[in-house]
């Protein structure tokens, strides 16, 4: 027999070609999708990790010489390239930083050699000079900057406050130990503490001629520190440890409470107290490097001055600089290191030796860019970089106490027309806004949609699959849009208004059904005709539509009968909020946007289950339902697990319906009556508001990360269960 050497044909040739080139595509297909969602993780890890960084500090950017006498008041622009000073001597100056030559571009000196040089706010930048007959100017330095061609143009100016003629702060035959004012406008406030121990209070309105004086009833043999906060309304004056805080009432000021900075710690020795960015917290520094922040907290209908945290810094602390516009301070020591911390995060960003020793003075630039330190005779620039102070692990996933609040709390607060407001960014509240709204949807879904898919797989005519099947998969391609407009504009109202009958139906719809289908089952087999028996189902729908009509109509006599005749009162009475859009009107719709998710891989999961394994168990005896749970469920097992996993995921990602259906408020509250911000609707709703690269904005993407990593577990998960429950039931 000859032997005849195997080729390919010119067809096999094609076809191995295009198997290849399928292969190939498919091949790339999923490693471009694995590929896409590595990217995305990595661009959305990228975004958000500077948030966790510590800030930067470029030391010695510029220095300057300044001539012999000390400064008093410095200041800086947002470019750091101009200074203002303030010396003893009474001379007032701009200068340039990177000038060939040291020379002051603008300088201007008093006609009297100034008693007391007072620095304000610096968050205004005002400034007091006293003459020695207690006669005060205010002015403030402006950093006009205007482009032109050549470039920005620099041209300094001086503000002052306009003042009436001969006033004077003081009796002029008392001398001033200690000063302190404040400018709100249209006000300016003086406090004054005077040899013979009193603290004399003045006010005058900007341009006015009346001045206005509140003398306190106590007097301080001894002060060692008088500050007012900006609004002029509340005076602090320090006595060692003990500490009198005093507001104005009226056109008085009356001391509202002592307080014992110690606590009643020998160890803990006052330094220093300062105030805060906001002034609505003061920092006390001790001897031993402690630095505890205080502010206002209410008990029992009163406020009352609280330590609410405290930092444990080294001792020795020479001077402490607060932050200009953030909740963040200073702090500078003998050997000229520095250290940054942010109050409400409690986190140390800069931790550094920029200095041979601790400055004399420090001020900071309105945009908090640039630093400015003087010691020796020489100004030194270094310019900060520190862009997510307030952002720690602490300030996202635990209790913060913040200024002005009764206690610590999960808040959830990006803006607010207040400028001494302070962002507040927990991811706690729209977290637990996600998994409620997921809770809650599952709730409504998973109950219908398996038992549907069951029914529909197991129980149902052939005729009658053909027809349903198709559509409620169809259910899935409506938009989650229209499902949040309808549910936001139609379903929330009908809620509010019949929430008596909605909760009745609750809990009637499903006993009805039962009760229902009971009566069919009793029927006699000559009435039921096997026409009715295959789409039998059919008629539940006008039963439990007539049911839902009937009950919303008697809206009104369930709640006499059960809740004295208004049940939002009577929740109300008992502690529990209703708010419109709440958590039952989301589960509600958003469950409808489930539930074709999850009856569809459920039902194809039950329906694929053998028909040898079902035949098998009726031929030995089982009932149908029998043969049902111990056979076909735990065959189709897998697939109803997946079918659950894939809902949640989608409940959890779903934007449109939450966005629409609640009232979008970052609540930690497990009512079904009130609502809730998830992170998806949270995303959407302050991303095109946020400005990037803010901790606002980054802390958007480190949820959508955070979305991203849930559903990959989820799924991650399911499939690692759905294997296991495969290959345990396989041998069925």
């Known amino acids: 027999m000859a032997y005849v050497e195997f080729s390919l044909q010119e067809r096999d040739r094609k076809r191995l070609i295009k198997d290849r080139m399928i292969r190939f595509a498919v091949t790339c ?202 609004d002029g309304k509340t005076l602090y004056l320090r006595q060692g440890d003990q500490l009198s805080v005093v507001q104005q009432e009226g056109q008085r000021y009356q001391l509202r409470e002592q307080v014992d900075l110690s606590q009643g710690n020998a160890e803990q020795t006052v330094s220093g107290i300062t105030l805060l960015a906001g002034a609505h917290s003061l920092l006390v520094t001790y001897e031993n490097g402690n630095v505890s922040q205080w502010f206002d907290v209410l008990e029992r209908g009163a406020r009352t001055l609280a330590p609410i945290r405290h930092f444990h810094l080294a001792p020795h602390i020479r001077l402490l600089l607060p932050d200009t516009n953030r909740k963040g301070f200073y702090t500078f020591y003998p050997n000229g290191t520095l250290q940054s911390h942010y109050t409400t995060s409690e986190k140390l960003v800069l931790f550094e030796r920029v200095l041979p020793q601790a400055p004399r003075l420090a001020a900071m630039s309105d945009n908090e860019h640039y630093l400015i330190m003087f010691a020796q005779g020489i100004a030194r620039i270094a310019e900060v970089d520190n862009p997510h102070p307030e952002v720690s692990f602490r300030s996202l996933w635990r209790k913060i106490w913040y200024e002005s609040y009764p206690e610590p709390q999960f808040v959830w607060q990006s803006t607010s027309a207040d400028n001494d407001f302070e962002a507040k960014l927990s991811l706690v509240p729209i977290a637990f806004g996600t998994l409620k709204a997921a809770f ?55 809620v509010e208004n019949h929430l008596a009958a909605v909760v009745t139906l609750l809990i009637g719809l499903p006993l009805s059904t039962v009760f229902i289908g009971l009566l069919w089952s009793w029927l006699p087999k000559r009435i039921v005709g096997r026409g009715l028996v295959e789409w039998h189902a059919l008629m539940l729908i006008p039963l439990l539509l007539g049911l839902i009509a009937v009950t919303l109509s008697y809206s009104h006599e369930l709640e006499q009968a059960f809740f004295a005749g208004d049940i939002l009162l009577y929740l109300q009475e008992r502690g529990i909020g209703f708010d419109q859009r709440n958590a039952l009107v989301v589960g509600m719709a958003m469950g409808f946007a489930v539930i074709p998710t999850i009856f569809t891989i459920a039902e194809d999961a039950i329906f694929s289950v053998p028909k040898h394994l079902s035949d098998g168990s009726l ?64 995303i959407a709703v302050e991303l095109p508001e946020s400005e990037v690269a803010s901790s606002h904005y980054r802390i958007l993407f480190l949820s959508a990360l955070l979305l991203f990593l849930f559903t990959f577990v989820v799924n991650s998960l399911a499939e690692w269960v759905r294997q296991r429950l495969r290959t345990r039931y396989r041998s069925l």
């Open 29 to 230: 297909g999923g490693v471009s999708v694995l590929g896409a969602l590595i990217l995305i993780f990595v661009y959305l890890a990228l975004v958000a990790l500077p948030l966790f960084g510590d800030a930067k500090l470029t030391p010695d950017v510029a220095q300057l010489a300044l001539p012999e006498s000390e400064p008093q008041i410095l200041a800086i622009d947002d470019y750091g390239e101009h200074l203002f000073v303030v010396t003893e001597q009474g001379q007032i100056q701009f200068w340039p930083v990177n000038a060939p030559t040291p020379t002051p571009l603008w300088e201007q000196t008093l006609s009297f050699h100034p008693e007391w040089i007072v620095k304000g706010n610096p968050q205004n930048g005002w400034f007091l000079v006293l003459d020695n007959q207690h006669r005060p100017q205010i002015a403030r330095p402006l950093f006009h900057y205007s482009v032109e061609k050549q470039g920005r143009v620099f041209t300094p100016r001086l503000e002052s406050w306009p003042l009436p003629e001969n006033l004077t702060i003081a009796p002029s035959e008392q001398k001033i130990r200690l000063l302190s004012f404040a400018v709100a406008r249209p006000d300016v406030y003086f406090a004054s503490y005077l040899s013979d121990g009193k603290v004399v209070v003045r006010w005058v309105s900007e341009g006015g001629a009346l001045v206005n004086e509140a003398v306190l009833a106590q007097r301080y043999p001894q002060l060692d520190q008088l500050l007012m906060t900006p």
């Open 440 to 494: 809650y949807a599952m709730l409504f879904a998973v109950p219908i949609a398996v038992l549907a898919a069951i029914y529909t797989a197991y129980f149902m005519a052939p005729s009658m699959r053909r027809v349903v099947k198709p559509t409620i998969e169809l259910m899935e391609a409506l938009p989650t849009v229209i499902i949040g407009f309808l549910a936001g504009l139609w379903l929330a109202p009908i």
């Open 619 to 682: 031929a030995l005896g089982a009932t149908a339902w029998q043969t049902l749970l111990r056979v076909v469920l735990l065959t189709a097992s897998p697939g109803i697990f997946s079918a659950v996993m894939m809902g949640l995921g989608r409940a959890v990602g779903e934007t449109m319906i939450v966005l629409m259906a609640t009232g979008n408020t970052p609540l930690l509250d497990w009512n079904i009556l009130e609502g809730m911000r998830t992170l998806s609707a949270n």
